[in-house]
Nanobody
């Protein structure tokens, strides 16, 4: 069983920054593909960013490229999302997710089997 706990959400003004963290309990964290998703009210959940097990390959959805940075510390079993130049449309609940089914994968996951409880990010104008 893997537990993921997100922290770092909050209220920020347009143009501000936030750092999200996702602490993971799995002992094989260094082998997992990890990702951040978000869901705004009335909208479907969307993939924001993902990172492969070694941290060398990352993915960003177009709307956050150049503003968000995903990273991981495998020694601390923690995933991060640095969010800069935040916009009102970034307002959502942010979730971290883990794919533990394909250790050391070199392709992107189509499904994540563990999810955190989410942390609210609100960007005010």
């Amino acid at each position: 069983q893997v537990q993921l706990i997100e922290t770092g959400g909050g209220l920020v003004q347009v143009g501000g920054s936030l750092n999200l963290s996702c602490a993971t309990s799995g002992r094989d964290f260094s082998s997992y593909t990890m990702a951040w998703f978000r869901q705004a009210p009335g909208r479907e959940r969307e993939s924001v960013s993902a990172i492969r097990w070694n941290g060398r390959t990352t993915y960003y959805t177009d709307s956050v490229k150049g503003r968000f940075t995903i990273s991981r510390d495998n020694a601390k079993n923690t995933l991060y999302l640095r969010m800069d130049f935040l916009l009102p449309e970034d307002t959502a609940v942010y979730y971290c997710a883990a794919d533990t089914t394909r250790p050391y994968a070199n392709s992107w996951s189509s499904d994540y089997n563990y999810w955190g409880q989410g942390t609210q990010v609100t960007v005010s104008s």
